[in-house]
């Protein structure tokens, strides 16, 4: 059985070890049927990989670069954004949503203060913007792709530490967050043990069965003898 003594030893053996698919395929089992976030939301580049925990992000649409209204959220700047970067924690994901996808929530500027803060990566129901520039931090960064858009004028963050959705998945503060070039999905935390130590067991055994097709064996016995495919 594998163990790790904190969250470092953890996302790294996670990075090393793991893949969204085996993960995936565990919490399937566990009857965690709806953990993956939308497909578009892809990595940057394929070999990036982010495992970290959530520190989702509440954006909203807005009109106007500074509101006269009664929110006073609306009248700074990005709203709560810059509050919400300085907030990030080693081994955290700034994981944002709420917004419509038609300008860019995270940038080269942001993705610098989070790699400085030991962030693990940025995960956004949107689009990212400044690509040379993160692609040059090797920060890693899931979005629906590239798009300058500024979010400045139409989005500010109007809260952060508190739960989020996208497509119906909820992400909590303190979930695990995985993503490789497959996907991005969410581990919660009350059953993340169980899933980890499962799925490493069967990323373990896909291994075996690997060898043994290789090896000649038919695909029936593989699965009759491992129960894997």
């Excluded at 982010?50 to 509101?67: H, I, N, T, W």
């Excluded at 991005?184 to 169980?194: A, G, M, N, Q, R």
């Amino acid at each position: 059985m594998i163990t790790w003594k904190d969250d470092n030893e953890l996302f790294a053996m996670m990075k090393k070890e793991l893949y969204s698919a085996v993960i995936g395929d565990i919490l399937d089992k566990m009857n965690y049927r709806h953990q993956f976030l939308p497909q578009r939301i892809q990595p940057m580049r394929e070999e990036m990989v982010v495992a970290g925990r959530a520190m989702p992000v509440l954006e909203a649409d807005a009109f106007e670069e500074l509101s006269d209204g009664q929110n006073p959220i609306m009248k700074k700047n990005f709203g709560l954004m810059l509050e919400a970067l300085d907030d990030l924690k080693e081994n955290e994901v700034y994981i944002c949503s709420g917004s419509s996808p038609s300008y860019a929530l995270v940038g080269e500027l942001m993705c610098t203060r989070m790699k400085i803060l030991k962030a693990a990566g940025a995960v956004v129901n949107g689009f990212h913007r400044d690509t040379r520039g993160i692609l040059e931090l090797n920060f890693p960064c899931f979005s629906y792709g590239r798009y300058a858009q500024d979010q400045g004028p139409r989005g500010k963050v109007i809260d952060y530490r508190v739960p989020i959705e996208m497509d119906g998945v909820r992400i909590n503060p303190g979930d695990i967050i995985f993503g490789d070039l497959d996907g991005v999905l969410v581990i919660p935390k009350e059953v993340e043990t169980e899933v980890i130590q499962k799925a490493y067991e069967k990323a373990t055994g896909e291994k075996m069965v690997a060898e043994a097709i290789r090896g000649g064996m038919s695909t029936v016995e593989s699965f009759a003898k491992h129960g894997i495919m």
